[in-house]
C-alpha cells in the first residue's frame, strides 16, 4: 500500500524555485505502522544551506516591496490547494507520521485555517498610530518584515507547525530557509509544491532536508539568516537559543510540555475520562500539549480509575490509515526506547501500574512501533513520570486532597505548556484560569486542540515568551518601527521643546 503513494522515490531540495537533486547521503523515511521504506530524504549539507540563503536574500527584497495585500493572495491560493488536496495530504501524513487518519485530516485542517486567517493578516498587520508630545507631529508604528528567517519544524505535526511558522514570516514579507524533521519531509516536498503552483516567487521559500547537526546547525550560525523559530524537544532548543544568544539572534521556542488534567470531586466524570483519553492517547501521546498526568481529587480517584480502564480496553492499536484505529504506532525506535525507559522508572519509582506498560509484538503490530496506551495510579507530583516529558501514551494519575494542592501539583513542574480542569463550580474555573501557570488553559476539556488564531506556547521551560499561531506569531517575525514625522517645518526638540 506505501508506495503507491508516492510519485518519486527520492525527495529535493526545493531552492530559488527550482527542484534540486544532492549529490551524497539520503536517509530512508519509514512507515512507522510498517516498517516500510516510504521514499528517502538528502542529507544535506552547509553548502546547501548557504546557497538557500543567498537565494532566500536576493528574493525577500522585491518580496518586501509586494504590497502586503497582495502577499497575501498566494497564501489564499496556497489554503485553497490545501483544501483541494486534503484527504491526499492526510493519507500521506499517516503515511510518514503514523497518526490516524481522522486526526491527520485535522492536522492538515489546522494547515488550512491558518492559511485564511494568516492571509487576512495581508490586510491588517496593524501598527498603532498614536498622539506625538509635540505641536505639528504625527507618530506611528508600523511592523517590518526582518529578512531572512530560519525555521525548524518537528515530526509530530509535519505540516500544521510548517504553516504556523511559514504563513506569518510570508505574509509579513520575510524570506524563509526550511528544514523539516528528517523523519517526516513529505509534508514539506508537498507544502513546497503548493506553494510553486501558488506562485509564490522563486525563493521566497527553501526547502533544505537534513538533520539538525547539520543544516540546522548551519542554519543556526548563518549571519545572514537573522530569525529562528523552532519546535522541539528542550535539550535542542536550548542549544539553538545559547548559540543564537551568542550573535545576538532573535530566536522562537517551543519545546516540551507536561500537561495535566485535573479532575475535582464535582467533575463530569464521564466527560473528564473522554477528554483524558482524547488528550493523552490521541496521537500516541506525541503531542507537545499530551495529557501525561491526572490530577484527582481523592474522592473520586477510584471511580476515575475504573472508568479509564473500562475507555482504555475500547482503544484498537495499529495502522493508522484504518479508519477504525484510534491509537498509531510511535514513531522510531529511540521513540519506542524512550518510553520503554519510563515505564521501569515509574515501576521503581513506587507507582502502580494499572494498565499497558508493554510493547505490541504480535500479528498485525509484528513490523511496527506499537506501544500499549499505559495508566500509573498512585504516582505522586515529584516522581520523574510526573516531572519529565515522555512524549508517548503513558499518563500517570497523582491523587491529591484539595483544589489548592492541585493547583500546586500542576505547577510543579519546570514545563508550562497546557493544563486543564474538569468542575462545574465556577468559582474554582476562574480561580483555575488565573492560577494554573501555563500558556494555554482548558476548562471541562483536554489538554490539547488548540485553535490556530489564539497564541500558541507556554511558560517556564516550555519556551522563551514568543508564541506560534495567532496574530502574535507576527511578533516573531517582524520588527516594529517607530515613526515620526514633523511637519512643524522647524526643529522641534523632545522632552525638551514641550511646553
Ligand atoms: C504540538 O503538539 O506540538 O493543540 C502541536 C493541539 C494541536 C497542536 C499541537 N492543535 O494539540
Same mark, same amino acid.
Given at each position: 500500500m506505501a508506495n503507491t503513494m508516492m510519485d518519486v522515490k527520492s525527495l529535493k531540495n526545493f531552492i530559488n524555485g527550482e527542484w534540486k537533486e544532492v549529490e551524497g547521503e539520503t536517509t530512508a523515511v519509514i512507515n512507522?505502522?510498517?516498517?516500510?521504506?516510504v521514499v528517502h530524504v538528502p542529507l544535506s549539507t552547509k553548502e546547501t544551506v548557504d546557497e538557500a540563503v543567498v537565494a532566500a536574500k536576493l528574493a525577500q527584497k522585491e518580496w518586501a516591496m509586494v504590497p502586503a495585500p497582495q502577499r497575501a493572495e498566494v497564501l489564499y491560493r496556497v489554503g485553497q490547494i490545501m483544501k483541494d488536496r486534503k484527504e491526499k495530504l492526510s493519507q500521506l501524513l499517516t503515511l510518514e507520521n503514523g497518526k490516524v487518519i481522522e486526526e491527520a485530516r485535522g492536522e492538515v485542517q489546522e494547515g488550512i485555517d491558518m492559511a485564511f486567517y494568516m492571509a487576512g493578516e495581508g490586510r491588517r498587520l496593524f501598527g498603532q498610530t498614536t498622539p506625538a508630545e509635540l505641536q505639528n507631529k504625527f507618530a506611528m508604528s508600523v511592523r517590518a518584515p526582518i529578512g531572512v528567517v530560519g525555521i525548524i519544524t518537528p515530526w509530530n505535526f509535519p505540516i500544521a507547525i510548517a504553516t504556523w511558522k511559514s504563513f506569518p514570516a510570508i505574509v509579513a514579507g520575510n524570506a524563509v530557509v526550511w528544514k523539516p524533521a528528517t523523519e517526516t519531509p513529505i509534508m514539506a516536498y508537498e507544502l513546497a509544491k503548493i506553494y510553486e503552483e501558488a506562485g509564490l516567487?522563486?525563493?521566497v521559500i527553501n526547502v533544505v532536508f537534513g538533520s539538525g547537526s547539520s543544516v540546522g546547525d548551519a542554519m543556526v550560525h548563518h549571519?545572514? #539568516?537573522r530569525v529562528i523559530s523552532f519546535t522541539g524537544s528542550n535539550e535542542t532548543g536550548s542549544h539553538i537559543a545559547a548559540e543564537c544568544g551568542r550573535q545576538l539572534k532573535k530566536v522562537s521556542l517551543e519545546m516540551g510540555g507536561k500537561n495535566a488534567v485535573i479532575v475535582m470531586d464535582d467533575a463530569d466524570i464521564e466527560l473528564a475520562v473522554e477528554g483524558i483519553i482524547w488528550s493523552a492517547f490521541g496521537t500516541s501521546g506525541q503531542?507537545?500539549?499530551?495529557?501525561?498526568r491526572v490530577i484527582v481529587h481523592e474522592d473520586v480517584k477510584e471511580t476515575l480509575e475504573e472508568r479509564l480502564l473500562v475507555a482504555m480496553e475500547q482503544l484498537t492499536i495499529g495502522n493508522?490509515?484504518?479508519?477504525?484505529?484510534k491509537v498509531g504506532p510511535i514513531i522510531n525506535q529511540a521513540g519506542m526506547e524512550k518510553i520503554k525507559k519510563y515505564i521501569e522508572i515509574g515501576k521503581n519509582e513506587g507507582a502502580k501500574l494499572l494498565a499497558g506498560g508493554y510493547v505490541l509484538t504480535e =500479528?498485525?503490530?509484528?513490523?511496527g512501533n506499537y506501544f500499549a496506551p499505559t495508566l500509573f495510579t498512585n504516582?505522586?507530583?515529584?516522581m520523574r513520570i510526573a516531572q519529565e516529558? #515522555?512524549? =508517548?501514551?503513558v499518563v500517570s494519575l497523582i491523587p491529591v486532597r484539595s483544589f489548592e494542592e492541585a493547583i500546586e501539583v500542576n505547577n510543579s513542574v519546570t514545563y508550562g505548556l497546557s493544563s486543564s480542569i474538569f468542575t462545574k463550580d465556577v468559582n474554582r474555573v476562574f480561580q483555575a484560569q488565573r492560577d494554573l501557570d501555563t500558556g494555554i488553559v482548558y476548562v471541562n476539556a483536554g489538554t490539547t486542540g488548540a485553535e490556530i488564531h489564539l497564541p500558541f506556547g507556554g511558560s517556564k521551560g516550555t519556551g522563551n515568551g514568543y508564541r506560534d499561531? =495567532?496574530?502574535?506569531?507576527?511578533d516573531v517575525f517582524t520588527e516594529w518601527k517607530a515613526i515620526y514625522v514633523d511637519y512643524s517645518g522647524k526643529l522641534q526638540r523632545a522632552q525638551i521643546d514641550v511646553e
Open positions: 512507522p505502522a510498517t516498517g516500510e521504506t516567487p522563486k525563493g549571519k545572514d #539568516i503531542r507537545c500539549t499530551a495529557c501525561s493508522g490509515l484504518d479508519e477504525k484505529v =500479528g498485525e503490530h509484528k513490523e504516582a505522586t507530583a515529584n516529558e #515522555i512524549f =508517548g501514551p499561531s =495567532g496574530v502574535q506569531a507576527l
